[in-house]
């Protein structure tokens, strides 16, 4: 806690002594219960260890495959939840800054334009059932359309082979 000023007058005793009342409870319950429990408690903050992914996998290993898939739809929850939270903060700011929002709030919509992008590069297509298998060939897919006709996005380039 911050070194109290002694009050200067009868009002600011009161204050500071109602404030206390309510404050030094709560600040006890936190030094002594909450602090010491958050280090010791698997639930608070629960951190999983990677697991190998599924290129890492044996085809017949289930448990190394299950892990790899509930490895992949957490990873899926955390990529969703930071693209909510760059959405909501060029929302924000569009509100904010309403009049000339398109130059001033740029940053952050690019940030959001580029991890909407990346999002949909991993998880785009996939519906609501696909896992890291599905993902893992579309990365696949993906690399083999960009070895052969350069970026997705750029156009054929010419690189296709034509039938006659």
Same mark, same amino acid.
């Given at each position: 806690?911050?070194?109290?000023?002694?009050?200067?007058?009868?009002?600011?005793?009161?204050?500071?002594?109602?404030?206390?009342?309510?404050?030094?409870?709560?600040?006890?319950?936190?030094?002594?219960?909450?602090?010491?429990?958050?280090?010791?408690?698997?639930?608070?903050?629960?951190?999983?260890?990677?697991?190998?992914?599924?290129? +890492?996998? %044996?085809? !017949?290993? &289930?448990?190394?495959? *299950?892990?790899?898939? $509930?490895?992949?739809? #957490?990873?899926?929850?955390?990529?969703?939840?930071?693209?909510?939270?760059?959405? +909501?903060? %060029?929302? !924000?700011? &569009?509100?904010?800054? *309403?009049?000339?929002? $398109?130059?001033?709030? #740029?940053?952050?919509?690019?940030?959001?334009?580029?991890?909407?992008?990346?999002?949909?590069?991993?998880?785009?297509?996939?519906?609501?059932?696909?896992?890291?298998?599905?993902?893992?060939?579309?990365?696949?897919?993906?690399?083999?359309?960009?070895?052969?006709?350069?970026?997705?996005?750029?156009?054929?380039?010419?690189?296709?082979?034509?039938?006659?």
């Amino acid at each position: 806690m911050p070194e109290e000023a002694t009050p200067r007058n009868i009002l600011e005793k009161f204050v500071l002594s109602v404030s206390n009342t309510l404050e030094r409870p709560v600040v006890w319950f936190r030094e002594t219960v909450v602090e010491p429990n958050q280090q010791h408690s698997v639930w608070y903050h629960q951190k999983f260890r990677r697991v190998p992914t599924i290129d +890492e996998c %044996y085809t !017949d290993d &289930a448990v190394c495959i *299950a892990e790899a898939n $509930l490895q992949f739809k #957490r990873d899926k929850l955390v990529d969703s939840d930071i693209l909510s939270i760059l959405r +909501e903060r %060029y929302e !924000d700011c &569009a509100l904010y800054e *309403a009049p000339d929002h $398109l130059e001033k709030c #740029r940053p952050l919509f690019d940030q959001y334009q580029e991890a909407t992008t990346n999002w949909f590069i991993k998880y785009g297509d996939l519906g609501g059932y696909g896992d890291a298998k599905a993902a893992y060939m579309k990365q696949k897919h993906r690399m083999i359309w960009e070895r052969r006709h350069g970026p997705v996005g750029s156009g054929m380039n010419g690189a296709a082979p034509t039938e006659n």
